[in-house]
């Protein structure tokens, strides 16, 4: 399938080609012939997957005959609207949206908080007929009065799932009011809950269902594996894992805001050039912050599971979990940050016998056993391998230390496959006829993605900063102080 076979103008591939693309990937080949001829659709598909260009390629193709070069506001209403959960995937849709129309008399802009409103008011006031918007911005610019949604034709809710757990189901539910009934409908998102279902029930009109990896299907190219560690020896274990593995750059993830601070703070004591990225470092920490770890810069980045959302950073090779997410879920969108574009990757999660309950549920949502895989220098104590539901796996784990080598303690033990990552038998029929092979993962295309997106922030608009984690606006809470943008040690290697 070429992209001439689906139907685009010639401008638009024309932009295509300019872009070294060479042909559609599968979600671009299912999701444009739908999307050009209105149909509203439902798509399953993680960022990576080339899903931006899935919509926007036929949203142009279709609103090109709206292309004029008239001065007049009022010949550029907004048509087009698209909702994203975050800045920065704002940043890269609208980027998405110039690049591939960038030959079309047809103007776009793209609005989120956290920034001044002003400037974004005069590019409105001009008229645009795409609109790329977080919820609660678009709903500012709305009661501004500054802009009008009646005559949108297409909207599309991309991160859905993403846009739920973050809290904008109101925020969306007024957009909606104020969009025309007749329109079409295009909702993206990585997982399908109930409430995603119960949201496209509301939203999608008789849509067409495009899917094009498994869900929650998770790369070939990265290898999981488990330490099992005491939450006090974590840090610790961490740093041990950094130095001994010569890790040039790793992606950190916490739970909480707090929990980023603390660790990214403790690791440039112990001389590793380190920063946290959350919601709730301001725009020029989170650039900063973003730009030297891309840079390399600085080694590690302590992120929380909404600031990492839609992170495209390339040849990253180590996503570690220094805690488990609450959602397992979210476990898939932070290994995700790695084993992109054909690079390899690793998935360390650093788990203490409390976080049991979320290895598991991860286990359960993945339909693997992870490898389990003691640190020679941090075997954990008797009372953590008897804990509840981990029992046998460690027990195996024992047993297989006597059976392989009787009398000899060894430092580490692997379950699991080469790969690290041991399917179950379920998992390895489906794989055997086929129902995990996913060429987007097997062969993924190189990223275009320009240095460009080095300037882009993370994360969203005003509402969710509070909704991640509320109780750490509490008064008195000690992490509320400023934080320097960077925590670059002076003499690097000194305080070891
Ligand atoms: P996305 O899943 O939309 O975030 O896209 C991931 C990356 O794939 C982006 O850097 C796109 O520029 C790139 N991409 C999208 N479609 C194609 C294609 N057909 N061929 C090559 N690269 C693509």
Redesign the pocket.
Known sequence: MTFEQLGLSTDILQALSD?G?????PI?EQAIPIIMTGCDVMGAAQ???????GFTLPMLSRLQIHANTSTSPAKHPVRALILVPTRELAV?VHE?VKTYGKYLALRSTVVYGGVNIDPQIEVIKSGVEILVATPGRLLDHVQQKMLSLSKVEILVLDEADRMLDMGFLPDIKQIIQLLPQHRQNLMFSATFSAEIKKLAGKILQEPVLIEVAKQNSISELITHVVHPIETSRKQELLIHLIRQKNLKQALVFTRTKQSADKLAYRLVRHGIASTAIHGDRNQLQRTEALDSFKQGLIRVLVATDVAARGL?IEDLAYVINFELPNNPEDYVHRIGRTGRAGVKGFAVSLVSKEENKQLLEVEKLLNTKICIEEVKEFEVRKEFVNAPGRANRFEEKQSKRTTDNPGKKTSASKRGNDRGLQLNNESRNAKRVGKYEDPLFTQP?V???DQTKADQSIDSDRDHLSKEFPYHHKKNNHFNRPIPALFVPSTPGKNK
């Open positions: 872009q693309y060479e042909k559609p990937t671009q960022t990576g997957t080339g899903k931006t260009a890269q998405s495209d295309y990223s275009k993605s």
